[in-house]
């Protein structure tokens, strides 16, 4: 670091002369002393274990967990003694009016009945010795039913509210003696220990936490084109035909409107205005959507995931891809303004269905570190006995782990799409609407999905339609699936 910083010095040095030198120097000066507002310096980087928003992913238990089973047998520890010393290991003989174990109690460790058991904590009576064993265990006498909703699946606490809002309320354990907590503990780095003794502990995630979302089913609907005015495509001038040479150019080709206009008007001799290619291109993709959402395939087995960033209005938005990794077709899609748990679960919700469809079922999910990958999947298998889907985390650009070495192939799958998608999406340039995003997402997911020859499928489509048989050229395509919905 100290290398980058002398270079760096010694390039700005070079281009500024003594006087030159001197003036940037009080502008540092200024910049230290926080009175320039206008210059911003490079944000500290975080602690590895900082806490942000993660997820643990491991299902906490609804019942408290069941009490350890003796792991010898008391009857054998007897026999194995009187081998050993020739003596018989005798029931306790009781003092007069002494303190006895309750009726029922037995060893903890060995099982012995309750004549080889004795009080060990006197007028207490909560713990036991065992003549045979030498043990300590509790007299299980009764004890209170907890009524907490969820225990720790590491040590078994009862974890209580500590955190609720509109859309989530977070359970945790506040155990300090869970093997969870004290992992974590362990893995800071000396830097964060002392940030930890210096009294920062709100800033490192250390006990388990489990996160119950309140999100209602039928509210997880993923963006679909909502346009208020649409063109009438059965009540255009031009013909069907003018409509499927448009979608050609700005889908399959992925040429801007006015791009489009151009070839039209040079090629074809068809005059058109690059307005008329957004509406005919809107107006199509509200017709075919719920074609292309009826014929999403559902997943074989391995599912990879993945959101690429678009430009709406000046404004970062997000679409979100489920692809097949065995045949290559979207299998869900989505579009919206965060990367928050909610979309990403309606994309759960577009692949894979409701939970309880398809029982028996168990799919592989890769995707990268986002946490609302996590948070989604925790959701989506919540109310079911075994998970439905099995979340795999593919990190960074190299390997740093087993899992990341067997599952980058199939994260690979979905970056080739995020690139296949940007080439169809860059030359608009960013987009006015929203729905004019959600538009050529619906288009493109059309195009990949029944048009588009895959390599790895030996020149196939990922999903046949049976109407599109024997048609190889693009504009008869789009006029075969416009007749479907007109």
Not at 13 to 41: G, K, P, Q, W
Not at 100 to 127: F, I, M, T, V
């Amino acid at each position: 670091m100290k290398t980058n910083i002398l270079k760096i010095v010694k390039w700005f040095c070079r281009r500024l002369t003594y006087n030159e030198l001197a003036s940037a120097i009080i502008i540092f000066h200024e910049v230290l002393a926080t009175s320039r507002s206008d210059i911003d310096l490079k944000p500290e980087a975080k602690p590895p274990h900082y806490r942000d928003f993660r997820t643990d992913m491991v299902r906490p238990l609804t019942a408290p967990p069941e009490p350890a089973r003796p792991t010898l047998d008391w009857q054998q520890l007897k026999t194995d003694h009187k081998k050993a010393t020739g003596k018989t290991i005798e029931p306790v003989r009781r003092r007069k009016n002494s303190m006895l174990p309750p009726d029922g109690c037995s060893c903890g460790n060995c099982n012995a009945p309750h004549r080889y058991l004795y009080l060990n904590d006197g007028k207490k009576g909560n713990q036991v010795r065992c003549k045979i064993c030498d043990d300590v265990s509790p007299t299980h006498r009764v004890r209170t039913q907890s009524k907490a909703k969820y225990f720790c699946p590491h040590c078994g606490y009862s974890m209580p509210l500590w955190k609720e809002d509109s859309l989530r309320t977070i359970f945790k354990c506040l155990n300090y003696k869970c093997s969870h907590y004290l992992k974590s503990k362990a893995a800071l780095t000396p830097e964060e220990q002392k940030m930890r003794a210096a009294g920062n502990t709100s800033q490192f995630k250390l006990h388990y936490q489990y996160r119950e979302y309140h999100f209602n089913p039928n509210d997880l609907k993923c963006a679909r084109p909502t346009f208020s005015t649409q063109t009438d495509l059965s009540r255009i001038n031009n013909n069907m035909h003018t409509v499927s040479m448009i979608l050609t150019y700005t889908i399959n080709l992925g040429l801007s409107s006015r791009q489009t206009r151009e070839a039209l008007r040079c090629i074809h001799n068809i005059p058109v205005s690059h307005q008329t290619v957004i509406n005919y291109s809107n107006a199509a993709a509200s017709l075919i959507s719920n074609l292309v959402d009826q014929n999403n395939p559902t997943p074989t087995g391995t599912v990879s995931g993945d959101e690429t960033y678009i430009i709406v209005e000046g404004r970062m938005q997000y679409t979100w891809f489920n692809i097949d990794a065995i045949t290559k077709a979207i299998c869900g899609f989505n579009l919206s303004g965060t990367r928050g748990t909610a979309p990403c679960l309606a994309l759960q919700y577009n692949t894979y269905g409701k939970p309880e469809s398809n029982p028996g079922m168990q799919y592989q999910y890769v995707a990268d570190g986002l946490p609302s990958y996590d948070a989604a999947i925790m959701a989506y298998n919540k109310d079911l006995k075994e998970d439905k889907i099995i979340r795999h985390k593919v990190v960074g650009l190299e390997n740093i782990d087993k899992e990341s070495t067997d599952f980058r192939r199939f994260k690979q799958i979905v970056e080739r799409l995020n690139r296949t998608y940007k080439y169809h999406t860059r030359p608009r340039a960013g987009f006015k609407t929203f729905d004019g995003a959600v538009a050529l997402t619906v288009l493109f997911v059309a195009f990949y999905n029944f048009m588009r020859p895959h390599s790895s499928l030996n020149g196939d489509v990922p999903v046949p339609l049976e109407c599109l048989k024997g048609i190889d050229m693009y504009p008869q395509m789009w006029t075969t699936l416009l007749k479907q919905v007109i």
